[in-house]
């Protein structure tokens, strides 16, 4: 290898393949002629080692556990901004000037409405399915009403289709919640800023005043910017890998909300508060199941541990856990599953099993603690993280267009028959 080339020798024949330049952290080796040169593909399961666009979105450094917006410190972002520029941050790639935010803000609320047979789709689900099957199959559905296809070349239709996205699934995410309780449907109060408007037509009671809990307010605006970007991760991955198909945005926002919804990704919010309440049931022998986790014959892990870039800790987690301390702290509530996870954090922090494999609490392991002192139920946690995580999808949606990427199709190591006669049935 020299400074900005990789030497490959393979077959008595030397091949170079230039390396990426990034303003921070890792280069990239650029093969994409290693095929058409060597007829080798690169096998990497996971996508562990594998670079798929050159992004300006977010950084974040797993060894160091920072996180970065747009070159924004997570830290300074969460204490000083709100939800709404973190939006306009994320798409635009700078912080909003006054006339731009309140541009941005109202670009917003021009959307904020839902056509009234939305509600017939939402009305045949049953009471029980789960929040983010009705999210998914709700964010397809918009397509249906909205068809115009974003032009990616006019500026003002990315802004509108964007704008339209985020002030439609605000309703979507209260819909699914007020159909598990068989509330009445809202729609959008244009007097209230975003965080406040969802919070309005999530929580909305129909026989009595709303009121305006400012500290639930700030909790959900931290926790929305938290879940803002988090660069190619496996949904964010997904929204780009169906956008390069140039397919509509509405559709792979959908496929974006499928992926997340997966325990290992988005759904281990979930599955955190599930597992703290069957530690709870089960007697609090928190080594009992630290011990499950690290038995190769148990199946069990420990959710909201251990995370693909984060090898350090998750300066998100740092984050929510003091907010959870404050929340708790704010509302009142002292909570036994806030109790067993600090038992649970202790232990595994001191195991090797943990330390070794640099396994440390992620985003999910406290976000469940401040959902549910809110008053949100547990399925519903990771319909709150699509909707903190929606800007990051369409600003990754709306670069890979700009960009031009490619339509994304990867190659495969073939271990399978080679080729055989078809042999008719009564010969099997
Ligand atoms: N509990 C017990 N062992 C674990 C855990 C865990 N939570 N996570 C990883 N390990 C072990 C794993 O068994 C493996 O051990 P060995 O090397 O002996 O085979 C080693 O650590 C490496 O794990 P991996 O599965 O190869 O790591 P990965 O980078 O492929 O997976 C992960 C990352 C987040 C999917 C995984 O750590 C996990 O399943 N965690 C629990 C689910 C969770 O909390 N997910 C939320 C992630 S953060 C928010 C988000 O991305 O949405």
Redesign the pocket.
Known sequence: MSDNKVILNYDGKAFEYPIIDSTLGEKGIDISKLRDQTGLITLDR?F?NTGSTISTITYLDGDKGELFYRGYPIEQIAEKSNFTEVMYLLLNGNLPTQAEYTNFENGIKKYNYIAEEMKKIIDVFPRSAHPMGVLSSLTSALTAFNPKAVNVAVKEDLDHAAEMMIAKFAHLCAWTYRKTQGLPLNHGDNSLNYVENFYRMAFRKPNEDFVMDKVVVDALDKLLILHAD?EQ???TSTVRMVGSAHTGLFASISAGVSA?WG????G?NQ??IEMLEMIEKDGGDVAKYVAK??D?NDSF????????VYKNF?PRARIIKKAADDILNALGIHDKALDIAMQLEKVALEDD??VE?K?YP????YSGIIYRALGIPTEMFTVM?ALGRLPGWISQWKEMRLLGDPIGRPRQVYQGYTPRDYVSIENR
């Open positions: 996971g562990k988090h991760n496996c949904s997340l325990p290992l990704h988005g281990a599955a955190v986790a690290k190769k892990r420990l959710m909201g541990f251990g995370h693909r998750d099993y943990f494999r396994l992620n985003v999910d392991f993280f």
